[in-house]
């Protein structure tokens, strides 16, 4: 499969956003889904994630405001952000794999696939 990752841009403190990841020459049906973000001089950080049977996990800082889902019918998974805070501000990027376990959902060396990122600016 193929990602590609789009959506970001500049929004103000408060509002929303809604990020697409668009696969090809897969589909999600089979994989495991996850988006993950890194700000300028930090680690990349587990956002959420999205397994085969529909469970959804989601990292603490974004818990409750942030919703990872899957469009089977358009072969895209999205990030719906909301009450955004300056400190959302990073690359977010897309990923997948089939082979994810449960316990290392949250890391990204279990993903065997990324998306380019696309950046999300928040301003106070």
């Known amino acids: 499969v193929q990602l590609q990752a789009y959506g970001g841009g500049l929004v103000q403190a408060g509002g929303s956003l809604r990020l697409s990841c668009a696969a090809s020459?897969?589909?999600?049906?089979?994989?495991?889904v996850a988006w993950f973000r890194q700000a300028p001089g930090k680690e990349r950080e587990f956002v959420a994630a999205?397994?085969?049977?529909?469970?959804?996990y989601y990292g603490d800082s974004v818990k409750g405001r942030f919703t990872i889902s899957v469009d089977k019918s358009k072969n895209t998974a999205y990030l719906q952000m909301s009450s955004l805070k300056p400190e959302d501000t990073a690359v977010y990027y897309c990923?997948?794999?089939?082979?994810?376990?449960?316990?290392?959902?949250?890391?990204?060396?279990?993903?065997?696939?990324w998306g380019q990122g696309t950046l999300v600016t928040v301003s106070s």
């Open positions: 990923a997948a794999d089939r082979g994810v376990i449960l316990s290392s959902i949250r890391y990204s060396r279990s993903y065997g696939t």
């Open positions: 020459g897969d589909t999600f049906s089979g994989n495991n």
């Open positions: 999205l397994r085969r049977g529909g469970f959804t």
